[in-house]
């Protein structure tokens, strides 16, 4: 984990430097509050900011402020140091936004801990950034975040000149499975659908869930001939697996069609228009009479 020091006194801040290295951090250190805003403000920063109050420039009490005031992506857990001590000088601190305080001079074990109860905060906030861009049932990605990182991987390919596929997909006649059989076999049925496709996906490709039944992938760096290829190895899969849906009854087998559209540097398609296209072939898939692969056409 990264930690960024904001320290003015130069004997002080080596000390805690090192100490912060031999504990296992990656450590930034810099000596005044301004150099630090300078970090804490752009992407990437340290999630943990150990700083000084009094410094030249900025001090630790602003430098926090306006680090609250900004819209970061991530929470930056805060330890102000300070030779204060007094009741009134804490609560300054603590208005301030400062998630924990430790006075000079410092009992490095006290640190040690306390870092520790700053990293718990960071991994519980990691693992509720984790949720909220999941799809409980199918733990593949949400809309929303799918969308966020299709946008990414559209620009990694328009600026590295290379195709990437999209994949769109839906399980044939799956209201029939929840009218016959329950929702909770329905559900099983969805986690298990998913669970195929996982299998063949590159460890880069990402799923997300479209709607009730319908699912779209990702494939970075994959022509629409080779997506096309991907598809059909899915579709195929998911023909022959045996689909559990409860204990006492016997498996049942599922069919799911696929619309494929692609992304070049030539044809240069938005998210949007992807989508369309790929949703429009998978409605041709469906028309032609679904268990089958179709791409968009150019
Ligand atoms: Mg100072």
Redesign the pocket.
């Known amino acids: 984990m990264k930690i960024l020091i904001a ?3 130069p004997i002080f801040k080596a000390i805690l430097e090192n100490n912060l290295k031999k504990w296992g951090y990656q450590v930034t250190s810099t000596s005044d509050g301004r150099q630090a805003w300078d970090i804490i403000s752009k992407p990437g920063c340290p999630n943990l900011v150990i700083s ?4 030249p420039e900025m001090d630790g009490l602003q430098l926090c402020r306006n680090m609250r005031a900004q819209a970061a992506p991530r929470y930056i857990y805060f330890i102000l140091l300070t030779a204060k001590g007094e009741q009134q000088d804490i609560l300054q601190g603590l208005e301030a936004g400062v998630d924990d305080y430790l006075t000079k001079p410092i009992d490095y074990m006290e640190l040690k801990y306390r870092i520790h109860i700053g990293e718990r905060i960071i991994r519980l906030e990691e693992k509720v950034l984790e949720l909220a861009r999941k799809d409980s049932l199918t733990d593949t990605l949400n809309r929303r975040a799918f969308m966020e990182k299709l946008d990414e991987e559209l620009e990694r390919a328009a600026r590295n000149k290379v195709p990437l596929s999209l994949l769109m997909t839906d399980i044939d006649h799956f209201k029939q499975v929840n009218d016959q059989y329950g929702h909770i076999a329905g559900d099983r049925v969805l986690k298990q659908f998913v669970a195929q496709m996982a299998k063949i996906i590159r460890p880069y490709d990402f799923i997300g869930r479209y709607g009730g039944e319908e699912f779209i992938l990702c494939l970075p760096d994959c022509s629409i001939s080779h997506g096309r290829d991907i598809a059909e190895r899915m579709r195929s899969k998911i023909e022959t697996t045996a689909m559990h849906i409860s204990q006492s009854r016997p498996p049942i087998h599922i069919t799911s069609s696929f619309g494929v559209s692609s992304f070049t540097s030539t044809n240069e398609q938005t998210a949007e228009s992807l989508i369309k296209n790929a949703d429009d072939a998978l409605y041709s898939a469906k028309n032609k009479g679904r268990n089958c692969v179709r791409m968009a056409q150019p």
Do not use: A, F, K
């Not at 000084?52 to 410094?55: G, I, L, S, V, Y």
């Open positions: 320290e003015d006194d000084d109050w009094m410094m």
